[in-house]
């Protein structure tokens, strides 16, 4: 049971250019999450997805976007980075039981803009 | 979403309790309290989570004011290995799917 799992761990984007950041999980959760955190601060909400398909805004969402096409994945996008995107990366994935969630959180994707 | 309120940062001593306060005024009757901490260069993990009554686990234990509105995580021996960002949320009810962290409580553990 991998849990939650992030690709890349670290990467180094000129301005401008694109990447995806993956995420994966194998526990079957409804909910997937991506956050940034910005140094010496909380993690920020960017988007997240209540099941496979869906997909909706967080609190920081411009200059992204994400897709769930399967239940396990949830991909975030960043079509023109800019360094203002320079941050640590969360995905997170949890399950609600009795009105109860609990979140697994990945290990972090560091992406550096130029 | 349902705001919670924790101080910016707290000391201790190696092997000493540790309270560490949450503020949340605007609970609503079906929230869980929910605990979680940031080691450095990790991601979050799960401490702890309750509604109404105190409960104790390996990790910690969580006192819940009669009236909700505030809430303890106890660290009942601090070691060093405690020190990190300490996130106090609220989950479930109108909030289950969506998540928002505030900045924590950085714990400082010294020895």
């Known amino acids: 049971n991998a849990g939650v799992t992030q690709t890349p761990k670290f990467r180094v984007l000129k301005t401008g250019q694109s990447m995806t950041l993956l995420c994966a999980q194998d526990?079957?959760?409804?909910?997937m999450y991506w956050y940034r955190q910005d140094p010496g601060m909380g993690l920020r909400l960017i988007h997240y997805?209540?099941?496979?398909?869906?997909?909706a805004k967080g609190e920081v969402p411009d200059g992204y976007n994400v897709s769930r096409l399967k239940k396990q994945n949830f991909l975030l996008g960043l079509e023109s980075a800019a360094p203002s995107q320079t941050s640590v990366y969360f995905c997170?994935?949890?399950?609600?039981?009795?009105?109860?969630?609990?979140?697994?959180f990945g290990p972090g994707t560091r992406l550096l803009v130029l | 979403d349902a705001k919670t309120t924790q101080p910016n940062s707290m000391e201790s001593n190696e092997e000493e309790p540790v309270h560490l306060p949450c503020n949340h005024s605007?609970?609503?009757?079906?929230?869980?309290i929910h605990w979680y901490r940031q080691l450095p260069s990790q991601g979050p993990e799960y401490v702890i989570h309750?509604?109404?009554s105190n409960v104790n686990n390996r990790m910690a234990s969580l006192a819940i004011a009669e009236d909700r509105k505030s809430s303890t995580l106890i660290l009942h021996r601090a070691t060093l290995r405690d020190a990190a960002v300490y996130y106090c949320?609220?989950?479930?009810?109108?909030?289950?799917?969506?998540?928002?962290f505030g900045d924590g409580t950085t714990l400082t553990v010294k020895p």
């Open positions: 997170a994935s949890s399950y609600v039981r009795d009105l109860r969630e609990t979140q697994y």
């Open positions: 526990m079957n959760h409804e909910y």
């Open positions: 997805s209540v099941g496979e398909g869906t997909t």
């Open positions: 605007t609970i609503s009757g079906t929230d869980y």
């Open positions: 309750g509604l109404t």
């Open positions: 949320i609220l989950r479930g009810g109108t909030n289950a799917g969506k998540s928002t």
